[in-house]
Antibody
Framework: VQLVESGGGLIQPGGSLRLSCAAS????????MTWVRQAPGKGLDWVSI???????DYTDSVRGRFTISRDNSNNTLYLQMNSLRVEDTALYYC???????????WGQGTLVTVSS | EVVLTQSPGTLSLSPGERATLSCRAS???????LAWYQQKPGQAPRLLIY???RRATGIPDRFSGSGSGTDFILTISRLQPEDFAVYYC????????FGQGTKLEI
């Protein structure tokens, strides 16, 4: 059972990037799935959630710019990030959950650096 | 939004000692919705405690959680060398928030 993120990189402000999170050992479509980010040297911040119903939610700072989605056939979670800002620079983790309120499985993260 | 404040920011202890980490919420949090994570350098967070006091699968019994309302505690009874890491508390109210972390150092 694991999560493996990919898609990070160096991007200029205003650019777009799509992160992927490949799941194995369980079905993403049957679980709540979440993106959490960690700016360099900082703590953890919740970014977005997709419920098993397909409903989505976002933290205020990314709402309207980021879109969370999933592909059940590929068992993969995505985060489409548009209009990127310098302050979006972070290590982005996908996580399974919440289960009740906690996240019980995390990927290793993919680094997004927004800089000119 | 519920703000979680962890103290101390850094805790310096030796192997074999007892560690007590605090997490204080800006408003009351359901005990069912309070969790603790451990993060080592270069690694993803690992769930330690959920529901304020329930150990996650595979977590040694030297880790314990307690508390209610606005004050929660993570206790590590006898520190092992592998326990030196950063610890985060996390809650769910209207949204999910994390504390700023406590660094446990040798």
């Amino acid at each position: 059972v694991q999560l493996v993120e990919s898609g990070g990189g160096l991007i200029q402000p205003g650019g777009s990037l799509r992160l992927s999170c490949a799941a194995s050992g369980f079905t993403v479509g049957s679980k709540y799935m979440t993106w959490v980010r960690q700016a360099p040297g900082k703590g953890l911040d919740w970014v977005s959630i997709i419920y098993n119903s397909g409903r989505t939610d976002y933290t205020d700072s990314v709402r309207g710019r980021f879109t969370i989605s999933r592909d059940n056939s590929n068992n993969t979670l995505y985060l489409q990030m548009n209009s990127l800002r310098v302050e979006d620079t972070a290590l982005y983790y996908c996580a399974r959950g919440p289960v009740a309120a906690h996240f019980d499985l995390w990927g290793q993260g993919t680094l997004v650096t927004v800089s000119s | 939004e519920v703000v979680l404040t962890q103290s101390p920011g850094t805790l310096s202890l030796s192997p074999g000692e007892r560690a007590t980490l605090s997490c204080r919420a800006s408003q009351s949090v359901s005990s069912s919705y309070l969790a603790w994570y451990q993060q080592k350098p270069g690694q993803a967070p690992r769930l330690l405690i959920y529901g304020a006091s329930r150990r996650a699968t595979g977590i040694p019994d030297r880790f314990s959680g307690s508390g209610s309302g606005t004050d929660f505690i993570l206790t590590i009874s006898r520190l092992q060398p592998e326990d030196f890491a950063v610890y985060y508390c996390q809650q769910f109210g209207s949204s999910w928030t994390f504390g700023q972390g406590t660094k446990l150092e040798i």
